[in-house]
């Protein structure tokens, strides 16, 4: 159920019944499994809030997230740190929250307030895949079939098929488009091959699936450097959840994302994929060597990343595989930059390293150790 408070919608309302009285929370859905990194969020709630605080006073928040694992929902915790002017409660879906763990104890009312209108939203009569897909092009500008269906979770056949509905459907089109141009000035350049693009439908449509109130800005959610779109570095980057499932098919590979900006740190992998391997959470951290670059310079920027990755991962307490995919020089330079950055891998954390020519081919995970293919 959607629910209208002036110019903004959210999930749902509830008034929940403490002690003495009740609560006037508004509820905000997350699913871990929408294309959409868990430290995305808190700009977006910042915009919903301060319409909430000002329509809504004694108003509070509670974000519930539909997550497989645990740490997605303990990042988006952690990413809400810098607080809203309402109280607010993030859990997991399946959890109803006391009156203590809101970040301060929300206004209780006598009896149970009216509830806000009810709206219709503009995505429930989409399918899950279909909006998966809308989800990945809204935030990646526009991709292969094999970059969709990487980041979507879905079979390439699948992601076809969607695809060519939501087409017939004009929330999205294949075509030849424009370079992404960093330098504006320049001469307008044609992308290399076609790709699918969102019509401005579909991204209304993946936008309102995702939270985000028609003209409430949500433009922070965009993967960075677009104009990089279409070069190889790009799809290895988009293509990792996949390589990961080629590579480790016993392995739960949840989701994926690539250009993230990390939480309190200036550092980008090139993509993150989060799942399970044997037995344990984990998050998989990707660079992808071109082999640009001079040995030295490869060497400090492993060391600065990997001390980045490793602060990353212990936040949370989730296990951390590194991996490097890159021609056989730039692997040894990163293997070197490994040693002298942490010496002895901790027990927690993993090194593989392979071809960016072998796509879906990676050595075998060794906690404490680094594995070259």
Same mark, same amino acid.
């Given at each position: ?102 970040? $301060? ?30 989800? !990945? ?22 992601? =076809? ?54 003209? !409430? ?6 993967? =960075?450097?677009?104009? $990089? ?21 016993? *392995? ?85 930059? *490994?040693?002298? @950055? ?11 390293? @392979? ?19």
């Amino acid at each position: 159920m959607t629910v209208r408070l002036g110019d903004v919608t959210f999930s749902d309302w509830v008034s929940l019944k403490y002690e003495d009285g009740f609560t006037d929370t508004f509820i905000f859905d997350i699913d871990a499994l929408n294309g959409l990194p868990p430290f995305d969020f808190h700009p977006l709630l910042q915009r919903l809030v301060a319409e909430l605080d000002k329509k809504r006073p004694g108003a509070s928040l509670w974000i519930r997230v539909t997550s497989p694992g645990d740490w997605y929902v303990m990042e988006v915790k952690r990413s809400m740190t810098d607080g809203f002017s309402i109280p607010y409660v993030v859990t997991s879906k399946d959890k109803i929250p006391d009156y203590r763990s809101f970040s $301060f104890g929300p206004r209780l009312f006598s009896s149970s307030l009216l509830p806000p209108p009810k709206v219709d939203d503009e995505f429930s009569c989409f399918s899950r895949e279909e909006l998966k897909c809308l989800q !990945v092009l809204t935030r990646n500008w526009k991709g292969s079939l094999e970059e969709i269906a990487s980041l979507a979770g879905l079979p390439e056949t699948t992601t =076809l098929d969607v695809l060519q509905g939501l087409q017939k459907k004009k929330k999205v089109i294949f075509k030849l488009g424009e370079v992404i141009q960093k330098d504006k000035s320049k001469p307008k350049k044609m992308d290399p091959y076609p790709m699918w693009h969102p019509r401005r439908k579909g991204v209304s449509i993946a936008l309102r699936s995702l939270g985000a109130s028609e003209g !409430v800005d949500f433009s922070g959610m965009k993967e =960075l450097y677009p104009h $990089f779109i279409g070069t190889p570095h790009r799809t290895n980057s988009r293509r990792w959840p996949a390589w990961l499932r080629s590579a480790y098919p016993q *392995v739960e590979i949840w989701t994926g994302w690539t250009e993230s900006q990390l939480p309190e740190t200036s550092v980008r992998p090139d993509a993150l994929a989060w799942g399970r391997i044997q037995g344990f959470e984990t998050v998989f951290w990707l660079e992808v060597g071109d082999g640009h670059k001079k040995r030295m310079e490869i060497e400090r920027i492993t060391r600065i990343r990997l001390a980045s990755a490793r602060q990353f991962c212990q936040q949370t307490g989730v296990r951390l595989v590194y991996a490097q995919i890159s021609p056989p020089w730039v692997q040894k330079a990163v293997g070197i930059a *490994v040693g002298i @950055a942490l010496g002895p891998l901790p027990p927690d954390m993993a090194a593989v390293m @392979a071809s960016t020519r072998r796509f879906g081919k990676l050595p075998t995970v060794e906690w404490g150790s680094i594995t070259t293919l």
